[in-house]
């Protein structure tokens, strides 16, 4: 792992001013990139794509991806060239500003690429160049056929350092320490991965649950080159590779987010004698000016605008402020090699040869949970954590260095990150918490890692997940999707009981008094036919409220919240219990008014007013937000018409079962291929999704022709 600012500097800076390069893509001079490749479209609409080489098969993928999203597509290459200002105006500006620094930083390090990388990223460039081209009508004017491999290269570069750099500004300007994170909105997901041992067909068993925004892209492709690669799983709209997921003949993957400490920033002493230097190891250095021009739309014609970034050879400046120079460094600053290493993995062959791929560590966050034909399953807490000489900063702190030594720069080798493979009772699972309790005959002592490592915690979700794989001494690949969909929330066992004394000790009468009832009834669940979940939801957020009684953040409320918080001593069965009796009793009133005057009954079925939404499908859905306790995991946004529709979390599910003759395979994908409102796959996996039901996996060839809708090669009539 490399780190510090990148030997292509010079490159970098001379590219950096004005439009992005451009650099002719790259095909066989004998038969176009459409005649290397056929897309066979099965079953709600999943293309398969076959080709005959990586170039090709970039090019198939761009391709339908365009056929069910267009502009989407278009958008996210105009975002990665840094050009999305000269066409939507200033409000694009900023992320022009930050875009133009990765694309160059691309196109300076794109030679070092393996070429098989560079033939996949020039073919998806090339696929979008040619539908684009065969479809103009679809396109405004403005829109360019001529996008390159330097603008897929760009689009997944560094993005770690940017979020540690506004965290650290804000910080800084505002000290928000009372903003409010009451979202929580389960920017994660959930894993799990079953050995031999604890299956009813001897064969490993993942299951792969990522939970994000439904307009966040995921697109469900197989993508073959024979002899080369042959992978089921999840793309992003818009990329050709991105946090990818899935399997392959031989082994598969799941990824859940981890959010690990890798950035420091560090406060260096200005140099009192010499503008724009600061004092290092005895010396005055001086800072590196870089100049980033953009053009912006003004009215039928564009203006520029130029701004000056400022480097240090330890990572960009965050702030120049009191006497001191901010630097943010970074393992992921010079970083290039993400899709490299995506889809090294995505060809691998066995666990060595995967274990491998990800020991390049270009890829510098996320757990990574993971199964085989062999029966292997293990878990790695994935990240490029740096040796830190001092105590980590954290988000709001800057490190003062005036030498080398303070700086950190190595970072902790990967065979000795937290890692699992094939532990007594044969489970693996993660469910965004820490990696302390990925199998609880497996816990680590947590004082063997550094400070930089986070500290043991189990959240609700994740004590559910572990409940439920130990919840049968055997599975079946059915069995893992039954499980995955438990309707159980977590958190009213915690609280329920507590809730129906304390108000049952006020003595209720009328409504509150039947409302009560309805919650000592009530099974706990979120089914759709479930009775008081709805009333037991709106509670418990008056309940955390944050009001002039309940001051802080969110966190700092959940933490006083509970009669018994969280505890390592019982990581289980905390936190539990209520601490403010007097508030409880206090908001449920107004929780019950809420209730009635939305939807006119206190008892009203959770499916009743949670819902799934999309396109003329409108159905009930069970499920809730994982800081609730559910593992079936969905967030909701309010309708006009006051109903809860799902809009994030469960989307995207993918169970897999590893065997000799095959893998096996379920999955569902909520929001369907295609966001085109014409196109029948708009909305076709919805109600199933809704049911808790997953589609059987088209893999094989057998399988393939069983459920093939159609095959074609691009550009061609279909």
Same mark, same amino acid.
């Given at each position: 792992?490399?780190?510090?600012?990148? #030997? @292509?500097?010079? !490159?970098?800076?001379?590219?950096? !001013? /004005?439009?992005?390069?451009?650099?002719?893509?790259?095909?066989?001079?004998?038969?176009?990139?459409?005649?290397? !490749?056929?897309?066979?479209?099965?079953?709600? %609409?999943?293309?398969?794509?076959?080709?005959?080489?990586?170039?090709?098969? /970039?090019?198939?993928?761009?391709?339908? *991806?365009?056929?069910?999203?267009?502009?989407?597509?278009?958008?996210?290459?105009?975002?990665?060239?840094?050009?999305?200002? +000269?066409?939507?105006?200033?409000?694009?500006?900023?992320?022009?500003?930050?875009?133009?620094?990765?694309?160059?930083?691309?196109?300076?390090?794109?030679?070092?690429?393996?070429?098989?990388?560079?033939?996949?990223?020039?073919?998806?460039?090339?696929?979008?160049?040619?539908?684009?081209?065969?479809?103009?009508?679809?396109?405004?004017?403005?829109?360019?056929?001529?996008?390159?491999?330097?603008?897929?290269? &760009?689009?997944?570069?560094?993005?770690?350092?940017?979020?540690?750099?506004?965290?650290?500004?804000?910080?800084?300007?505002?000290?928000?320490?009372?903003?409010?994170?009451?979202?929580?909105?389960?920017?994660?997901?959930?894993?799990? @991965?079953?050995?031999?041992?604890?299956?009813?067909?001897?064969?490993?068993?993942?299951?792969?649950?990522?939970?994000?925004?439904?307009?966040?892209?995921?697109?469900?492709?197989?993508?073959?080159?024979?002899?080369?690669? $042959?992978?089921?799983?999840?793309?992003?709209?818009?990329?050709?590779?991105?946090?990818?997921?899935?399997?392959?003949?031989?082994?598969?993957?799941?990824?859940?987010?981890? $959010?690990?400490?890798?950035?420091?920033?560090?406060?260096?002493?200005?140099?009192?004698?010499?503008?724009?230097?600061?004092?290092?190891?005895?010396?005055?250095?001086?800072?590196?000016?870089?100049?980033?021009?953009?053009?912006?739309?003004?009215?039928?014609?564009?203006?520029?605008?130029?701004?000056?970034?400022?480097?240090?050879?330890?990572?960009? !400046?965050?702030?120049?402020?009191?006497?001191?120079?901010?630097?943010? =460094?970074?393992?992921?600053?010079?970083?290039?090699?993400?899709?490299? *290493?995506?889809?090294?993995?995505?060809?691998?062959?066995?666990?060595?040869?995967?274990?491998?791929?990800?020991?390049?560590?270009?890829?510098?966050?996320?757990?990574?949970?993971?199964?085989?034909?062999?029966?292997?399953?293990?878990?790695?807490?994935?990240?490029?954590?740096?040796?830190?000489?001092?105590?980590?900063?954290?988000?709001?702190?800057?490190?003062?260095?005036?030498?080398?030594?303070?700086?950190?720069?190595?970072?902790?080798?990967?065979?000795?990150?937290? *890692?699992?493979?094939?532990?007594? %009772?044969?489970?693996?699972?993660?469910?965004?918490?820490?990696?302390?309790?990925? $199998?609880?005959?497996?816990?680590?002592?947590?004082?063997?890692?550094?400070?930089?490592?986070?500290?043991?915690?189990?959240?609700?979700?994740?004590?559910?997940?572990?409940?439920?794989?130990? *919840?049968?001494? =055997?599975?079946?690949?059915?069995?893992?999707?039954?499980?995955?969909?438990?309707?159980?929330?977590?958190?009213?066992?915690?609280?329920?009981?507590?809730?129906?004394?304390?108000?049952?000790?006020?003595?209720?009468? %009328?409504?509150?008094?039947?409302?009560?009832?309805?919650?000592?009834?009530?099974?706990?669940?979120?089914?759709?036919?479930?009775?008081?979940?709805?009333?037991?939801?709106?509670?418990?957020?008056?309940?955390?409220?944050?009001?002039?009684?309940?001051?802080?953040?969110?966190?700092?409320?959940?933490? #006083?919240?509970?009669?018994?918080?969280?505890?390592?001593?019982?990581?289980?069965?905390?936190?539990?219990?209520?601490?403010?009796?007097?508030?409880?009793?206090?908001?449920?009133? &107004?929780?019950?008014?809420?209730?009635?005057?939305?939807?006119?009954?206190?008892?009203?079925?959770?499916?009743?007013?949670?819902?799934? #939404?999309?396109?003329?499908?409108?159905?009930?859905?069970?499920?809730?937000?994982?800081?609730?306790?559910?593992?079936?995991?969905?967030?909701?946004?309010?309708?006009?018409?006051?109903?809860?529709?799902?809009?994030?979390?469960?989307?995207?599910?993918?169970?897999?079962?590893?065997?000799?003759?095959?893998?096996? &395979?379920?999955?569902?994908?909520?929001?369907?291929?295609?966001?085109?409102?014409?196109?029948?796959?708009?909305?076709?996996?919805?109600?199933?999704?809704?049911? /808790?039901?997953? =589609?059987?996996?088209?893999?094989?060839?057998?399988?393939?022709? +069983?459920?093939?809708?159609?095959?074609?090669?691009?550009?061609?009539?279909?």
């Amino acid at each position: 792992m490399r780190s510090g600012f990148p #030997r @292509a500097a010079l !490159v970098f800076a001379a590219l950096i !001013v /004005g439009a992005p390069s451009s650099l002719a893509v790259a095909q066989s001079p004998s038969r176009p990139y459409g005649d290397r !490749v056929e897309i066979r479209r099965t079953a709600y %609409g999943v293309p398969h794509v076959l080709a005959d080489d990586l170039g090709a098969l /970039g090019f198939g993928l761009a391709w339908v *991806q365009l056929e069910d999203h267009g502009l989407r597509v278009v958008v996210e290459l105009l975002r990665a060239r840094g050009t999305l200002a +000269r066409v939507f105006g200033r409000d694009s500006i900023e992320s022009d500003f930050v875009r133009r620094q990765f694309h160059a930083h691309a196109v300076a390090t794109y030679h070092l690429l393996a070429s098989d990388t560079r033939d996949l990223l020039e073919g998806y460039a090339a696929g979008v160049n040619a539908y684009v081209a065969g479809h103009r009508e679809e396109f405004a004017e403005w829109v360019p056929p001529a996008f390159t491999g330097h603008d897929a290269a &760009a689009l997944w570069v560094d993005e770690t350092t940017a979020v540690k750099v506004r965290q650290f500004r804000a910080r800084q300007a505002a000290r928000r320490a009372a903003a409010d994170s009451l979202a929580r909105l389960d920017q994660g997901s959930n894993a799990w @991965a079953f050995a031999p041992s604890r299956t009813t067909s001897g064969r490993a068993i993942l299951l792969r649950n990522p939970h994000l925004a439904w307009d966040a892209g995921y697109y469900e492709v197989h993508l073959t080159v024979p002899g080369v690669i $042959n992978f089921y799983g999840d793309f992003r709209v818009g990329h050709p590779l991105y946090f990818n997921g899935g399997f392959n003949e031989h082994l598969g993957w799941a990824t859940t987010n981890n $959010n690990p400490d890798l950035e420091e920033v560090y406060a260096l002493d200005v140099d009192p004698e010499r503008p724009d230097h600061y004092r290092f190891d005895g010396g005055a250095v001086p800072l590196e000016q870089v100049l980033v021009s953009v053009e912006v739309k003004n009215g039928p014609g564009l203006a520029t605008e130029t701004r000056a970034v400022w480097r240090t050879p330890l990572g960009p !400046v965050v702030d120049r402020a009191d006497g001191k120079v901010y630097v943010v =460094k970074s393992p992921a600053w010079d970083e290039y090699r993400r899709v490299e *290493q995506f889809l090294r993995m995505m060809r691998a062959r066995s666990l060595t040869e995967w274990r491998d791929a990800v020991a390049l560590r270009a890829h510098v966050e996320s757990n990574l949970t993971y199964a085989d034909r062999d029966g292997n399953i293990y878990y790695v807490w994935n990240a490029t954590v740096p040796r830190l000489p001092t105590a980590s900063g954290g988000d709001t702190a800057a490190i003062p260095a005036t030498r080398s030594a303070d700086i950190w720069t190595a970072i902790v080798p990967f065979d000795s990150l937290p *890692q699992v493979l094939n532990p007594r %009772g044969g489970y693996v699972q993660n469910a965004n918490d820490p990696f302390h309790y990925t $199998n609880l005959n497996a816990i680590p002592d947590s004082t063997r890692f550094p400070d930089n490592f986070p500290r043991p915690e189990l959240g609700l979700r994740s004590q559910l997940s572990l409940r439920l794989v130990q *919840q049968q001494r =055997k599975v079946s690949l059915e069995d893992v999707v039954r499980l995955k969909h438990d309707y159980t929330m977590l958190l009213a066992e915690r609280v329920r009981d507590d809730l129906v004394r304390v108000v049952r000790a006020a003595r209720p009468t %009328g409504t509150v008094a039947e409302a009560i009832g309805v919650i000592e009834r009530w099974d706990g669940g979120t089914a759709p036919a479930s009775r008081g979940g709805a009333l037991f939801e709106v509670w418990f957020r008056r309940y955390m409220g944050n009001d002039a009684e309940n001051r802080g953040s969110y966190d700092e409320r959940w933490a #006083r919240a509970f009669a018994v918080p969280w505890s390592p001593a019982e990581p289980t069965t905390t936190p539990r219990g209520i601490a403010n009796p007097a508030r409880a009793v206090a908001v449920f009133p &107004a929780a019950v008014e809420e209730v009635l005057h939305d939807f006119g009954a206190v008892d009203v079925a959770w499916g009743d007013v949670h819902r799934v #939404r999309v396109g003329d499908v409108d159905v009930p859905v069970g499920g809730c937000s994982g800081g609730y306790g559910c593992f079936r995991v969905i967030n909701y946004g309010v309708s006009p018409d006051s109903i809860w529709v799902a809009n994030r979390g469960d989307g995207w599910v993918l169970a897999v079962e590893f065997g000799r003759d095959g893998p096996r &395979a379920y999955s569902v994908l909520a929001y369907g291929e295609s966001s085109r409102p014409e196109s029948p796959h708009r909305a076709d996996q919805a109600a199933m999704f809704a049911r /808790g039901e997953l =589609k059987r996996v088209a893999f094989t060839e057998e399988e393939i022709a +069983r459920d093939l809708l159609r095959r074609y090669r691009p550009g061609r009539a279909q």
